[in-house]
């Protein structure tokens, strides 16, 4: 029913790498294939990776020697994908054990959803350092300001990419090929939706605001400008939005990333103190809308 595909290179931290994929491995829904394409890792992670292969059936490990990039990556993992849903998947992030039922029941109850993401805890090499609570509804402005899905949350009904719609493999979306995918899905007027439920861990830390280069912040910025003037939003707001990462870029990753952790810093007490609701607190509450949704 689920085809669960990531594309992989050189994730050289292999405890984040181990983390990642067994938490695929340990859902509670096990109706699922792992495709993961290995796109020309070095061979210490190749073998990582055949090893994985070897401890769990549903494991599927493609890939080449060559380098192209995620979008092509995930492409090909589309190509081979057997499941009715694809499941998004990164090497450095955390799948919560319900993940994959509560969006699958989500998806089988709204057959008029075409994809399905979620919010999603912040974590770093410290742990948990916030919460970034998606909009349900993502209107215009969430569009404007940033791309209103996390993209290894997502949940994507194969039937859109078989209207020819496929992540874009070009240079010029290097670092934001999901951002251009969903801007691409909204001009199509294929319009997703985000659980409020926390279903996954993000790993944003300080080497990931690192390689936002300014080169990918640059190509972002024309991205942005092209697909508002699309959709008619360039104008009055649209313009100071579509900069925006060009402001980003004249501050300093790990500056950019310590300012993050402050804003959340009230959230970081509670999770430290233990009152924050785990993934696991929210799904077992009744008036969870993932629990409704699996009852």
Known sequence: MISVIM???????????????????????????FIIYDDGSDADIRRQLEQYAALDHRIRLLGETQNRGLAYSLNECIHHAKGRYLARMDDDDISEPDRLKVQFEFMESHPDV??????????????????????????????????????????????????????QSAAGTLRC?????FMRFKKAG?????????????REDKRSYQRRKFCYRLDETRLRFRNFHDMGWLFPWGILYAVRPMAAACVPGGLLHRIKKLSHRRECLEMAEGSAETAADRLRRPESRAAKVAE
């Open 7 to 33: 594309g992989i290179y050189n994730q050289y931290n292999s405890r984040y790498l181990e983390q990642a994929v067994f938490s695929v491995l340990r859902q509670t829904y096990t109706n699922f294939e």
């Open 114 to 167: 075409p994809f399905v993401g979620c919010s999603a805890m912040l974590i770093d090499q410290d742990g948990p350092w916030g919460v970034r609570r998606m909009p349900e509804h993502p209107s215009k402005r969430d569009f404007m300001r940033f791309s209103p899905y996390i993209h290894p949350t997502v949940m994507i009904r194969r039937s859109v990419f078989d209207t020819q719609m496929a992540y």
């Open 177 to 181: 090929e999901d951002y251009e995918l």
């Open 190 to 202: 294929i319009c997703g939706y985000n659980m409020p439920d926390i279903l996954f861990r993000y």
